[in-house]
């Protein structure tokens, strides 16, 4: 199964691919945290993003397509995967399109994962991650057992860089030019179905598998 999550900041498609990778059984591929390793891990790539991140940009579609088609060439992507976060604009879309054609390929399902924008800014102002596996909690929403500190690894949880008020707002306008139109884009090729993203990620989860396996 060959899934992309498409969505505003803050909506849920990273919570949401997770546990759809757990119970598939396949990868589950964010640019968003691709760019995050390279930051922590200092490569000439991370330095690169970071720049455009932490203004709430998107990092430019040359550094981030060719990324993504050769990670979906690898052999754990045989049986399917998830993406989440790609892709963010038209042109990283087509990119995509081309190169599965290439692999004479296909997305099966386009999630978009619906929430309005006010809901999005106080989902990201409590929205902590884990520094040492990526896990991601809600203050509030999926608090950890321990405050601070990860329930899968125990390392410590930090608030994203580009989570502050002024960089959400930012990354909100981006979003609705850039990416929002690939809802469009999607439901043309006939593979978009749309799920309520206020609901708590139980139920989303649920009407997620639900549309999948229907
Ligand atoms: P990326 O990491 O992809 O960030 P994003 O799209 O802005 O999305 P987020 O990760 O912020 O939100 P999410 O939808 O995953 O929500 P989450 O599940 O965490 O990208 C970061 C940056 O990298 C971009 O701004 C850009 O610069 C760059 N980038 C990445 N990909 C790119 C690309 N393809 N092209 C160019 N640039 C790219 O949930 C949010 C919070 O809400 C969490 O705290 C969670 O616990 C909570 N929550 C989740 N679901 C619920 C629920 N149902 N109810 C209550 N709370 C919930
Ligand atoms: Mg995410």
Redesign the pocket.
């Known amino acids: 199964m060959k899934i992309i ?1 498409l ?12 546990m759809l990778a757990d119970k598939y059984d396949i990868p589950h591929i ?7 390793a390279n930051i922590k891990n200092g490569t000439e790539l991370g330095t690169k ?1 970071k720049e ?2 932490d ?7 040359e ?2 397509c060719d990324l ?1 088609v050769d990670r979906i060439k690898q052999d754990d992507c045989a049986k399917g995967y998830i993406l ?6 038209i042109p ?1 879309a087509e990119c995509l399109d081309n190169a599965l054609n290439a692999m004479n390929d296909k997305i099966d399902y386009a999630v978009n ?1 619906d ?1 309005p924008d006010e ?1 999005i800014i106080k ?2 102002s ?4 884990c520094v040492g596996c990526g896990a ?7 608090p950890t057992k321990e405050e601070g500190i990860c329930d899968r690894c125990g390392k410590e949880l930090i608030l ?1 860089d ?2 502050k008020p002024e960089t959400v707002e930012n ?1 909100l306008n ?2 609705h030019e850039q990416t929002q139109p690939l809802i469009d884009y999607y439901n043309n090729k006939g593979v978009l179905q749309e799920v309520d ?5 139980q ?2 989860f649920d009407a997620i598998v639900a549309v999948l396996e229907a």
């Open positions: 999550m969505g505003a900041p803050g909506a849920g498609k990273g919570t949401q691919a997770k964010s640019t968003g945290d691709i760019f995050r993003a455009y991140m203004k709430g940009l998107l990092v430019p579609d550094l981030t993504v989440d976060g790609f892709p963010r604009t990283q994962v929430v809901n989902r990201m409590g929205r902590r991650a991601t909690y809600h203050i509030v929403y999926n994203r580009d989570d990354r981006v979003y993203g206020t609901k708590d990620m139920e989303v």
